[in-house]
């Protein structure tokens, strides 16, 4: 099983980012994105569920962030507009075979992570 994110890179304030995810070996219920900053904790960005018909964000990112899934392509995706400095991070996804449950938000449930992609924001 493998999860492989891309689309991270260097975007001006303001700006718009894709990020996806392909996953390979197996499909999941729950796919979504965790990112950590420098000096900062990993924290939970987005989740969706298998018919993309449920999503869930962190405060910091509704309005902005955007998620969702190609099953066809078993990929997820995150869209981000309007990005700011702070949200310079490195992102990861993340998978579960399992159901959303609100613990996702502390990673757990998380059964499966990619390697990072890098998001710099500059100002």
């Known amino acids: 099983v493998q999860l492989q994110a891309s689309g991270g890179g260097t975007v001006q304030a303001g700006g718009s980012l894709r990020l996806s995810c392909a996953a390979s070996g197996r499909t999941f219920s729950t796919m979504g994105w965790f990112r950590q900053a420098p000096g900062k904790e990993r924290e939970f960005v987005a989740a969706i569920n298998r018919s993309g018909g449920s999503t869930y964000y962190a405060d910091s990112v509704k309005g902005r962030f955007t998620i969702s899934r190609d099953n066809t392509k078993n990929t997820v995706y995150l869209q981000m507009n309007s990005l700011k400095p702070e949200v310079t991070a490195v992102y990861y996804c993340?998978?579960?075979?399992?159901?959303?449950?609100?613990?996702?938000?502390?990673?757990?449930?998380?059964?499966?992570w990619g390697k990072g992609t890098l998001v710099t924001v500059s100002s």
């Open positions: 993340a998978a579960s075979p399992g159901p959303y449950s609100s613990s996702w938000t502390r990673g757990g449930g998380v059964n499966y």
